[in-house]
């Protein structure tokens, strides 16, 4: 059964400490993407990574960090630098083929809260 | 980077009227112009995208129009129905870089 998968669904933490949010996709996609999802706000993107060793900070990067050792996983780290860090998380993948580039296919998502 | 601006952030039709979301974007060099449906609780779902060397796309009761000159894209949704109320977001991508617009909360009355 092939798709995107993001664990934890829920998620608490103390201020202060500092969560991973992990991302895995069996679609052999080469892009993949975080975005932070506020109510009113939409999806901001936080980062993006086209291939494996490689990502680009999007415009939110600040307070998160990420790493792409595979081409199946992405995942993010939210640091105790990010100071208003309660948000619904998106991971996405998508084919990446030079400019033409297709659909994201996003997983549930993971909701931090932060206490 | 990309920006793009969606209007309206909310809009409320009736039943059987027709619904229009509107899109600018900042990046000329964008090429890629896909709009997404959001589900209360659920992920976004993509419903229709068009390509920059097309000027409009049309998928049964939804079209997709761009405008490469002014930067602008819109979503059409005809004949609304209750199930069409969502979170419908837009979005231009130039290689990789995907960027989105706020989203507007579209509801359809019975």
């Known amino acids: 059964d092939g798709g995107i998968t993001q664990s934890p669904k829920y998620l608490f933490r103390k201020e202060g400490q500092n969560v991973t949010l992990s991302c895995e996709q069996n679609?052999?996609?080469?892009?993949m993407y975080w975005y932070r999802q506020d109510p009113g706000q939409g999806l901001r993107l936080i980062y993006y990574?086209?291939?494996?060793?490689?990502?680009q900070k999007g415009d939110i990067a600040e307070g998160y960090s990420v790493s792409r050792e595979k081409k199946e996983s992405f995942p993010l780290t939210v640091t105790s630098a990010q100071k208003n860090p309660t948000a619904f998380y998106l991971c996405?993948?998508?084919?990446?083929?030079?400019?033409?580039?297709?659909?994201?296919?996003f997983g549930e998502g993971s909701r931090l809260t932060v206490l | 980077g990309e920006n793009v601006e969606q209007h309206p952030s909310t809009l409320s039709v009736q039943e059987g009227d027709s619904a229009v979301i509107k899109c600018t974007y900042s990046?000329?060099?964008?090429?890629?112009f896909p709009w997404y449906k959001q589900e209360l609780g659920k992920r976004p779902q993509l419903i229709i995208d068009i390509r920059s060397n097309v000027g409009e796309k049309k998928d049964q009761r939804i079209a997709v129009t761009l405008n490469k000159t002014a930067k602008h894209f819109s979503l059409h949704i005809t004949e609304t129905q209750p199930e069409d109320s969502a979170v419908y977001f837009c979005a231009a991508r130039y290689n990789n870089d995907m960027r989105f617009g706020a989203g507007t909360r579209l509801t359809v009355k019975p």
């Open positions: 990574s086209q291939i494996v060793n490689d990502f």
């Open positions: 990046d000329s060099a964008s090429n890629y």
């Open positions: 996405a993948s998508s084919i990446s083929t030079g400019q033409n580039t297709g659909e994201l296919f």
């Open positions: 679609l052999n996609h080469d892009a």
